[in-house]
């Protein structure tokens, strides 16, 4: 059974701070998606990593995914009150866009 | 931008009544999913849908579930005699092409279903 470990599980940092999340696993993946969810919404895409050691930036956030399609992590720089929310990792499981998720991680960035 | 909308935004429902939860997918997207996410627990894949029949189903999706487009625009999730444990948040999504990485999946909102 394939299964994402999204880490850490709730996050509480100051404006202006860095941050790493993590999504692992001990399947490989073809592609891992990264998605922000706030509440009462559903899930919004953010990045969709496909080759092994690519990285991709979207303004402030850097998403990288391992060699080994295993795992991928999504840093933020200088962190600012509109990022707080949910951040889900996916990866397909079997054809057809079915995803399955990580159980996320909960960041709240403080003014 | 287009987006994939939900209603009712939220449905009560007592014990064994059934209920039909519906979608307006992304008008010229192709594949369409139901994902559920239980409080405080994943977002889970149910059903995936194209060509007008069911593509995947998970185990959570039984013979208590299904799914219709009955008019080429609406998508609907239908419980027929619903449980206390389906209580949970049941997201719609649509795709325009499943194989392509650049085709992103929308979420539509959710409707929130409680099951007293």
């Known amino acids: 059974t394939q299964l994402l470990k999204q880490s850490p599980q709730f996050l509480s940092i100051q404006e202006g701070e860095n941050l790493t999340v993590y999504c692992n696993s001990s399947?490989?993946?073809?592609?891992l998606q990264w998605y922000r969810q706030e509440p009462g919404e559903g899930p919004v895409l953010l990045v969709t990593?496909?080759?092994?050691?690519e990285v991709k930036k979207l303004k402030r956030l850097t998403f990288q995914f391992g060699d080994a399609r295993k795992d991928s992590s999504l840093h933020i720089t200088a962190a600012q009150p509109g990022d707080t929310g949910l951040y889900l990792c996916?990866?397909?499981?079997?054809?057809?866009?079915?995803?399955?998720f990580g159980a996320g991680t909960r960041l709240a960035v403080h003014p | 931008e287009p987006e994939v909308t939900q209603t009712p935004s939220h449905q009560v429902t007592q014990m064994g009544q059934e209920v039909i939860l519906r979608c307006v997918p992304i008008?010229?997207?192709?594949?369409f999913y139901w994902y559920r996410q239980i409080l405080g627990q994943k977002v889970e894949f149910l059903v995936s849908?194209?060509?007008?029949?069911?593509?995947?189903k998970s185990e959570i999706f039984d013979d208590q579930f299904s799914v219709e487009r009955p008019d080429g625009s609406n998508f609907t999730l239908k419980i027929r005699s619903t449980k206390l444990e389906d209580s949970a948040m049941y997201f719609c999504?649509?795709?325009?092409?499943?194989?392509?990485?650049?085709?992103?999946?929308?979420f539509g909102n959710g409707t929130r279903l409680t099951v007293t």
């Open positions: 399947s490989v993946f073809s592609s």
């Open positions: 008008s010229n997207h192709l594949y």
């Open positions: 849908f194209y060509n007008n029949e069911i593509s995947e």
């Open positions: 999504a649509s795709i325009l092409d499943s194989s392509s990485y650049n085709s992103p999946l929308h």
């Open positions: 996916a990866g397909p499981s079997g054809g057809y866009n079915k995803l399955i």
């Open positions: 990593v496909v080759t092994g050691g």
